[in-house]
């Protein structure tokens, strides 16, 4: 299996005990696409949006990708 970027935004979420709609609604993001971050459904990533996520949540980068080998 080659090595992949998985966002662990669920697992962030969850401990900030935040719903997908909130963070949409914090990070000035539509729901759906805030949706398919959460679902790792994403090819391409924004990097404005994981800043606006990171700042929404108060976490670091590294908090919410990694990279599974």
Known sequence: ?????KLT????LAA?????YELAKR?????PTIDSYYKNKVQR???DLLLRICVALDC???D???IEK
Not at 16 to 20: F, P
């Open 1 to 5: 299996m080659k090595p992949a970027i």
């Open 9 to 12: 935004l669920d697992m962030v």
């Open 16 to 20: 900030k005990n935040m719903t997908r």
């Open 27 to 31: 990070t000035g993001s539509q729901f």
């Open 45 to 47: 990533y924004d990097s």
């Open 60 to 62: 670091d980068i590294e």
């Open 64 to 66: 919410i990708i990694s």
